[in-house]
């Protein structure tokens, strides 16, 4: 059956690694029609809106979706580049990440990341073991995320209204900040519904119990987000009942980024809220390489949308040719078959860049920590090529 998905390049080396990705979704044999969609800094400045509606209505029509990267600025910053026609509007537009708007309009409410060791790989983690070894121990991570709530729900004020303070001064803990001037200060506030967390929960205890893991860590601040984290604590308790023989272990985020950089193979599922899966997901994708080797699936009810964990990265996406490590995006588009029950052609994907990896065929800047463009590095699309003639 031939599929439809909506592609998103967006800005910088988001450009440059997604036509890389759909080159080897074709090489798979996988079938489908590519319908570009525009988002990101370009739209900002012609409209004064990041994320055009046409693309949210593409999205809800054919439900899938390949995203590259977008450039944010802090809202002062991006307002003074728009034109001055567009600054005038009353009131003035507001920037917002077009990726979270995405996630909330289309309730992509979980994220699932993987982070897996790649054999070769010279910048992956390693530890010292018994006199002087050095030990390269198999990281085999998936991180599931609330996607859609925490503190990137969009709930919050600049210079919040009296009635908003007047609600809060009845909280004690509000105290200190009664007199403080209304410019100077700002509230966002971390939102969680039992029904949200339920989803990612159970989404994380079915994927541990499909791939035989026995425990799964669900990371939060458990002493200083109190009840947000015991309502996510609960959720998780209701779906660890539905998977008999499947454990909770709590940590605090804190200590576990100290735990994966001691031993990032005791953990296997993860689960946490949007603010913490964010630090997490960066910390785990360190361990195997960085983010050029990190993909994440946004998955929701009517509509999944996949992208590279990696920003636009404009200092590198000015490169010609390009020089962006494609692998997060080819692996995204691994994860794009999976959801779509093409599990072998995925397969023959991670398949082909490990041994791209083992060979020593993969040499973009990242992989060999030089600086972009240097001597002896590969571009975008030789990278690609080198996993093509592996596929």
Same mark, same amino acid.
């Given at each position: ?31 489908? $029609? $590519? ?19 046409? @693309? ?39 920037? #917002? ?14 994220? !699932?990341?993987?982070?897996? *060791? ?27 995320? +609330? ?14 209204? #009296?009635?908003?303070? @007047? ?7 509000? =105290?200190?900040? *009664? ?5 100077? /200060?700002?509230?966002? !506030? ?27 860590? /669900? ?29 909770? #272990? ?5 200590? #576990?980024?100290?735990?994966? +950089? ?9 689960? =946490? ?7 997490l997901s960066d910390a785990c994708a360190g361990l195997v390489g960085g983010l050029g080797f990190a993909p994440v699936a946004n998955l929701g009810d009517t509509c999944a949308v996949f992208e590279p964990v990696h920003g636009s990265a404009p200092r590198y996406g000015a490169h010609a040719p390009p020089v962006a490590n494609p692998v997060a995006a080819i692996l995204a588009a691994a994860m794009l078959l999976d959801h779509l029950g093409e599990a072998e052609r995925a397969e023959r994907v991670r398949t082909a860049i490990n041994r791209a990896m083992v060979d020593g065929a993969l040499r973009t800047f990242d992989v060999l ?8 590095? +590969?571009?975008?699309?030789?990278? @690609? ?7």
């Amino acid at each position: 059956m031939r599929r439809t998905v909506v592609v998103m390049p967006g800005d910088g080396i988001g450009r440059h690694v997604v036509p890389e990705a759909l080159r080897v979704l074709e090489a798979t044999g996988f079938s489908a $029609y $590519y319908v570009p969609a525009e988002v990101g800094w370009d739209c900002w400045l012609r409209d004064g809106d990041a994320l055009p509606e046409r @693309t949210l209505e593409m999205l809800r029509m054919y439900g899938l979706g390949f995203y590259g990267a977008t450039t944010s600025k802090p809202h002062a910053e991006a307002l003074k580049e728009l034109a001055p026609a567009l600054r005038a509007r009353t009131p003035p537009p507001r920037y #917002q990440s077009p990726v979270l708007r995405i996630r909330r309009a289309l309730d992509l409410h979980t994220a !699932v990341r993987p982070c897996r *060791s790649m054999p070769g790989h010279p910048r992956a983690f390693v530890r010292r073991g018994v006199a002087g070894a050095i030990e390269s121990p198999e990281v085999d991570l998936t991180l599931f995320v +609330q996607n859609t709530e925490c503190h990137y729900a969009g709930v919050e004020w600049r210079a919040p209204p #009296q009635s908003l303070r @007047t609600e809060l001064a009845a909280h004690p803990s509000f =105290a200190p900040f *009664s007199a403080v001037a209304p410019d100077d /200060l700002a509230i966002s !506030v971390r939102v969680v519904t039992r029904a949200a967390a339920l989803r990612t929960a159970r989404a994380a205890f079915t994927f541990a119990k499909a791939n035989g893991f026995d425990r799964v860590t /669900l990371c939060d601040k458990w002493g200083v987000m109190t009840e947000t984290a015991s309502l996510m604590l609960e959720a998780a308790e209701a779906a660890r009942a539905e998977h008999p023989g499947i454990t909770i #272990q709590r940590t605090n985020i804190d200590a #576990q980024v100290l735990l994966l +950089q001691r031993r990032p193979e005791d953990f296997h599922v993860l689960v =946490a809220s949007a603010l913490v899966g964010d630090i997490l997901s960066d910390a785990c994708a360190g361990l195997v390489g960085g983010l050029g080797f990190a993909p994440v699936a946004n998955l929701g009810d009517t509509c999944a949308v996949f992208e590279p964990v990696h920003g636009s990265a404009p200092r590198y996406g000015a490169h010609a040719p390009p020089v962006a490590n494609p692998v997060a995006a080819i692996l995204a588009a691994a994860m794009l078959l999976d959801h779509l029950g093409e599990a072998e052609r995925a397969e023959r994907v991670r398949t082909a860049i490990n041994r791209a990896m083992v060979d020593g065929a993969l040499r973009t800047f990242d992989v060999l920590g030089l600086p972009a463009g240097a001597p002896g590095t +590969q571009g975008t699309r030789e990278a @690609t090529d080198a996993i093509l003639a592996r596929l």
